[in-house]
C-alpha cells in the first residue's frame, strides 16, 4: 500500500524482529494468542497470524499490519479450538510480503503442523541447498519453512525424535512454537539468544517471547525455555528434552537495552531495572555539568532516570512524542528541513531555553536521527548538548535476528568519538562502555552476545547470507 | 465501521474537542496546515480537514480519520493555493459523521467561505430556531453552519462589518478561522474560553489553537489573538477589530490540566512548567509516606515530576504504555477481567512488589479507569497505593467544548472523597485544592473559567442544551 | 479513486442521467426502493442513496458506487420506517463527488424534507443568484438543494401550496420524488421531459423512473404523473394537484432511442416495440444488400432484429460482449491499436469473414468508437461494413439532462454523410430521418423533444449554463 | 468477505474453471498477458494472476478478483520481463482463498518455476499420499502443488524430461503452462479434455485457453496443442514432444455447449457456429407450435438462433438482462418472492402477452432457476410455455474440471421428462438428444467427452474423489 499512495510510515531506525506466542488446553486459546500478540506488538508491525487447532484439525488466519486490525471483526471467532500459536513480524529474512507471514502452516503425511519463528538460522542457506537438492520445493523466503522440511524428512521414528533431528540441523538463533492437531512444542537454540517465558493460566501452559504478554492475560511466569531446550505440551502434560548441541548461553544483549519491553522479565530479570543500571553505570562513566537530563522517549526513558539519580541532574521530559502520528507520514518539500522529526518528537522550548543539556539515547545507529533532533534542541534555545548512550558503540551486524544497516551505514563504524560529535552537531559525547554495560546486568557477563559492540560472535556464519539474495519474488 | 466490525476504538475517558489552524500568502499553505493539524491531533481524532483557496476558488477535503490517513496520497496537491485554513475535530454538538467534519465551505451571493471552528456555542438552538424561521435550511448539526448563516443574513455593508454581524450574535466558546477567496480571519470569543496563538513563518501569518503547530513548521509565535478580537489578514496586511461585547477573561484552566500539549504555551504560557507546579502544590497539600511517585502516562507524568521534586519520593515509570495499540480492539469475553486497561498501561512488577505507591493522574472523570489500575498495581504487589490527582473533584458539566460525561457519571458529583477512596480501592486519595490549582498558573486566578469543579459558570445557557437533540440523522 | 489509480472506467459514450424511486407506506420501504434502483441502475452508475422516514425522524445513506455495493452489509437494516425515496446518479450538472450524492436531505423550521432529481433545470443559475442575493447559502452544485430553497422560502401557507410555489419557478426537466416524516411527494415539469409511472403494491403505491422498477418488486403499473402534476400521496391517500404553467409534451424521445431499459414502458408505451420499429423503418429508409445484419450489442439488438425482420436478411449476433470486464481498466502501452473497444467487444471471425455485414447502431455520438469497431471488424475478415443508425444525425446538446459532448465535439454536427462514412470507414451509412423517428414512435410525433436531432428546443436555457462552471470545488 | 456481509454473489449455476496464458519473447509480455486473461475472465472470476521473468527472476502477483481489479494501480508496471504466464479461476477442487490462487510459483533446486493449470487430476489424492510418503509437504491443495512436486522430484537427466516424466505421472484433464526463468512450457492431458491454443503475435509465441484471447492482442491463431502434446518454448524457437502415454481424444463437449465464448474457436472449430447447429439440429428433434423463440441470455442465444432459424418461429430477445447488478445483492425478505432472478433477468411484458413462447436454455442443471424464470414468463402474461434445450439431459457428475452439483442435485438425474416439465412448471419440455449432440459438432462424436450425458467416463477416477476432504484450513 505504501507504494502505491507514496507515503511511508514512521519507524524507528531499529527495526524488532518477532514476537511468538502459544498456548495449550485453553477453550479460549485463540484470544488469549491475541491478547499476547497485542502485548507482543512492540516486537513487530508488519503482520500478525494465529494459528489454532480443535484437537483434529489446524485452522490458521494471518494478514498485514497490527494485531488489533488483523484480527477486527468476528475473525477470531471462527478460530476455535483448545491449543494456539501466534505470531507477530517484522522481517529479517524474507521479504515483507504476506507470503511470508506467520504462522507458517503445512500439510505432510502425518497431518498438519504450523510453526512460529523469532531469529534468524545462519546456516539457513547451506540447509535450503541441501533440502532442494534432495527435491525439496520452497514457496517462501522463511527459515520456518526450512526447518518444517527438516522435520518431514526426518527418518526418525517418533514424533519428539523427528523435531529434535530437524532442530539439531539449525545453527543459530531461534525461538520457536510449534502446533500440531494435538500438542504444541516450544524450543530455544542451544546458544539462547531470543528469549522465550512459560507461564502458566488456569492450569494451561502458554509460552511467550516476554513476560509482559503473560501480564496482560494475568498468566503466571513459571521459568524461560533453557537454551536448548525443547518442551512438548500435551494432554499428559509437559516434558522437557535437550537437544544433543552443547549449550553455550549467549542472550541477546540488545534485548535489555532496546528491544524488549520494560515491563517484560526476559532471561529471568527485570528490563526496566537493568535499563536504570546502565543509566547510573553511564553517569559514573561519563559524567558532565548540565543543567538538566532529557530522555529521547521513550526508550531513552530509564536510562536517564538512572543517570539523573546518580548524577543529581533533574530529571525533564523535555521533549514530548506526539502519540497520534498515524500510519503514514507525507515527506514535505524540502523547504521545511526536519520536519519529519519534529513530527514525532518536539522539544519544549521554556526546558531548553538557556540550558546545558544532557540527552540521553539508548542507542544510535546511523546518527541522522539524532543529528536532526540535536539541531531541534538548539533551535529551541539550549545552550550546550551533551549525548549520553547507555550502550557502547555499535560497529558490526547482527545475524542473529536484529536488522541492523549495514556495517558501512552504522555512525561508529568508522568514525572516532570527535567525529560522531561533530556530525550529530554536540558539545560531547559519552558511550557506556561494554565493560560498564555488562556490570549492569542481572546475569554474568560471559552469558551475554555483544557481537554488535565486540564483533566476537559466538557462532560463524554458514556461507555469506545475503538479507536479499532470496528476495527476487514481487 | 465500528458497528460494522464489532469493535471500539480505545480512547481515554475524556474526549479532546478540535484544533484549528490557517496561514494567509504561503505558496505551501495546504502542506503547513496538514503539518499545523498533525502537530494539533491530539485535540481531535475523528476527522480532519483542510480548505484551500487560490485566489480564486476554494477546495476543500476532508474526511473521517487521523491526519496522516486523511491526505495519504496525493490530495495534497490537489490543494494548491497561498491561503488556508484546517481543522481536526472530537465532535462535541454535532454527530460524528462525515457530513459534520470541517472545514465547513459554502457558496453564497459573494462567493465562497469556510470555517473552521473549536468551541460550542450556548445559544445554538435559540439561533438555529431563528433563522429557520427567517428561511435558513440546514444540513449539519453543527455551530459553523449557523455561523455562516448569520454572516451571510447580515445587513451590514462591508465585509468585515457582517462577520462582526455575526460574532457579535454567537453566546458561548469559539476560537474560529474562516477563509474567503483572498483572507483569512481568526476570531476569539470574548470570554476566551479556548486558546488561539498568531504566528509568523518567512512573512506569512499563521493561527493555530497552540503554538506546538508553530513548533513543527518553524514558525515563529507572535501572541494571542485576545479575546473579543477579530483578526482580518489579507494582501494588505492584517488589521485588529474588536467586538462590542465585554471582554472577561474566561480561560480554560482544563487546556492546562489535560488538553494542550505540554510542549505548547496557551494563553502565553508553557504548559508543562504549569503542570509542574501543580504536581509540587499537590505534594505540599497531600503529602504521603511512600517509596515511590508514579505518574499515569502520558498526562500524569509532568505533575508527577513535581510532585517528586517537592516530595523527594523517587520518581518511577513504574506503569508502561503499549503504544502499538492500534485503531480497534475486540474485549475478549468476561473470563478475563480488566484486560482493556491493561492493553494500554501495564505496571512494572519489580517496581510495585512490596512499596508503597503514590499514583498520580491528572483527573478522574468516572472513576471506573482508575479502578482497574489500580487492582492491576496490587496484582502487581503493590503494598499501599496512594493517589494524588492534580485538579480538584469534577463535578460539573462544560459547555464550552468539553465532552465530559453527565453529572451523574461523574465520580466526585455525588460522593465522599471516603467514598471515592473505598470505590477506586485506594489507600488514600488527594485532590489539588481549588486554591492550590488557581496558585499554580502562570495567570491570576479570576482569568479562569473553572465552572467544571465549582460550578460558577461565566456565561449561562441559553436553552436546555442537549448533545443529542439534533442527531436524529443517521 | 480512479485519479489514484490511473485506471479509468469503460463506459459507453453517452451518460445517462439518473433514475428515481419513491415508496409510501410500506413497512419494508427501504428495501423495496433498493431494488427498485436496482432495476434503474442503468440510468446511473456513479452513486446510489436512499432516505428513509419512521414518520417522525428521516435517515439517509449515500455513497458513490452502484447500489449493490452502496448498500452491501447490513446498511438497510438500519434504514426502518414505511415510506423511502431513492436515487441512482449519473452527474450532468454538478461534480461527481459524494457530497453531490442524492438524495438531499436538509431540515428546516417545520421538520426535514429529502428530494431526489431526475432532469436538468434551464434557469437554475438565475434562481441560484437570486436565492444568494435574498441570503441563501449553497453547499453543493445540484439543482436538488435550490428547489428545496424555494420550498422553504415560499411565502405561502400550507405544505401543498409551498410546494406547488416552489415547482412553479423552475424552467427545466425534473422528475423528482420528496419525502417529508409523513408523506411523499411525486412532480414531473410541465413538459414531461424525462419519465415518471406510479404503481401500486399491496395498498402502497410507489413511483419510478421506469415500469422495470415495478416488474422487479411485483408492482403493478397504474399510470404516468402527468406532464405539471404534482401527487402528494400520505396516510390520507393521493391528491393530484396541477401546476398552473401550461402544459406541452416535450417527452424526450431519446429516453425510446437509447436510455431506457427495452423491458420498460416509458410515456405509457413499451420500449423494445418502438425499438423493432425503429429498425423497420430504418431498413425500409436505408435498405442495402448484404449477408448479415449484425447489432451492436446491447442497444442496437432491437433495431437490428426490426431491420432483419423487415430486409429479410438474416440476424446474427456477430459481435460478442464480454460482461466480466469489472470497473477498471489499464490502457495498454500503444503498441497494440484499438484494445479499449476489443476488450468490451470482439467479432466472430467465422461470422464476419468474406461477408457483407449491415451494423446497426442505435446512435453515434463522436464516431471515435465506431472508427475501432468497423476497423475490429474488417481485421476480422469482413468484405464490406455498412452502417445503419436507428435515429437522425445528432447536431445539437441537450439542456434537459443528458450528458451530451459538446456540440464540437458531434461528429454529424460539421460533417457531411461522406465524410462521416469516410471517418468511421465504412463502405455506406444511413441514418434514420427524423420523420422516420417519429413514425416509429407510439405517440405523436408533437409529444416528443427532438432538440438533440433538430435544434428545436421546447424550452430556452436562461443565461448560458456551463457544465463546468459551478464546479469549482474538489 | 461475503460471509462479513451477509451478502452474496450472483453467479450463474454452473461454474466454470479456468482460464491459462502464457507469452514468450515479448517485450510487454505481462501485459499482453492482462490482456489475454481479460479475454477469458468468463472462465473463472475468483482470482487472477500473472507471473513474469526477465531472464534471471520470476515475479508474480495474484489476488481474489476479477482481472481489472487484481490488476488496477500500476502493479503491471512491476512486472517487468520477455515472458510470463497467467491464470483467471474458479476452484473445483481447492477452497477458494487466495493461497489457492494461480500462478503457483516455487522455488528448487535450480532455480524457480511457475505453474498455470486449467482442469482437474483424478489421482491427485493418490499423488499426494504418495508425495507425503516422500517427505512432501504441501501448503495448499491445489492440483498444481502435486505437478511441480513431480517435477522436481523426478530423477530425469535433463529438464525436458522431468516435465515429461511428471506430466505422465498424471491421470486426468489438464492444459497447462509453465514458466521457468527462460523458457514456457504448454502441455495438454493425452485426453485433451480441456482446449488449449496456440499462437503468434509479433514473432512471439502465445498459448490461451481460447481463441478470443489471440483476437483481443491481434495475435494469431496457429494452432492447437494437441492431446498428449508438451510444448517447449524457448530462445531457440518451440519443440514439441508427445507423452508416451496413448492418446484418446475426449474433447470437453460442454465447452461447446456452454463455457467457451461464442467468438473463440476451440478444438479448432467456431462456437457459435455449432451453438446455432446444436438449435436447428433442436428444432428438428423437438418441434413445437408457437409465436416466438426467445433465448435466456445469453448463453441461450446462440442454439435460440438456430432454432428459429430452423422453425421459422420469429426470434425475439423477450428476456432483458441488467448489466449492471454489481458484486453483490442483498437477498430480501421473503414476502417478495423470487426477486432474485428478476434482478438479473426480466421478461418484456408486451412480447409475453397472450403468446406461446418457445424458452431456449443451453442447460438445465438443478432446474430451480429455470422454476423461477418460467413463473416470471408466466405472471408477465405467457399463454404457453415450452423450453427446449440444446443438449442432453445432465445426469452425471465431471471430474475432469467442471464443477457441477452433485448427481443428487442435477434434476434431470432422478426424474423422469414430464416430472422436469411439472417441476419447472412447463406446457412441455424438449432436451436435444446425444446423437443430434454430436451431429451438431464440427468433429466427430467419437472425439468429444460426452460422460456428463452417458456417465461413459473416458478415465476412471482412482480413489474416491471429495472436493471438500482437502479443505480443512480456513
Redesign the interface.
Known sequence: MNK????HPIYSGLKENCGVFGIFGHR?SA??T??GL??L??RG?ESAGIAVSDGN?????KNMG????V????I?K??QGKLAIGHVRYSTTGSSSLKNAQPF?????KG?IAIAHNGNLVNSQYLR?KL??S?????TTMDSEII??LF??SKKKSFEQKIIHALSQLKGAYSIVLLTEDRIIAARDSYGFRPLCLGKINGSYCVASET?AF????SKYIRDIEPGEVLFIDKNGIRSRKLSTKTRHSFCIFEYIYFS???S?IFGN?V??ARKRMGRQLAGECPVEADIVVPIP?SG??AA?GYA?ESRI????GV???????????Q??Q???D?GV??KL??????MHNKRIVIIEDSIVRGTTSKKRIRALR??GAKEVHMRVSCPPHRYPCFYGIDFPTKKELIANNRTMQEICKFIGLDSIGYLSIEGLLDSMPLAGNKFCTACFTGNYPLKIKGKISKHSLE???
Do not use: W
Open positions: 502505491k499512495t507514496g507515503t479460549d484470544r488469549l491475541y491478547l497485542y502485548a506488538q512492540h508491525q484439525h489446524i485452522k490458521s488466519y497490527l494485531v488489533g486490525d484480527f477486527a471483526g468476528d477470531l471462527k478460530l502452516v503445512i500439510d505432510y503425511s498438519s541447498n532442494e537438492k527435491g525439496s520445493i520452497f514457496q518444517l522440511h518431514v524428512k509482559c501480564d496482560l492475560i494475568n519491553r520494560p515491563d522479565n527485570n526496566y531495572l521513550d526513558m530509564y532516570l539519580e533533574p530529571f525533564e521530559i514530548i512524542r506526539n502519540h497520534y502520528i498515524g500510519r503514514t507520514f507525507i514535505p518539500s523547504f521545511v528541513r520536519i519534529k513530527v518536539n522539544p519544549v522550548r521554556e526546558l533551535e529551541a527476487k519474488k514481487l
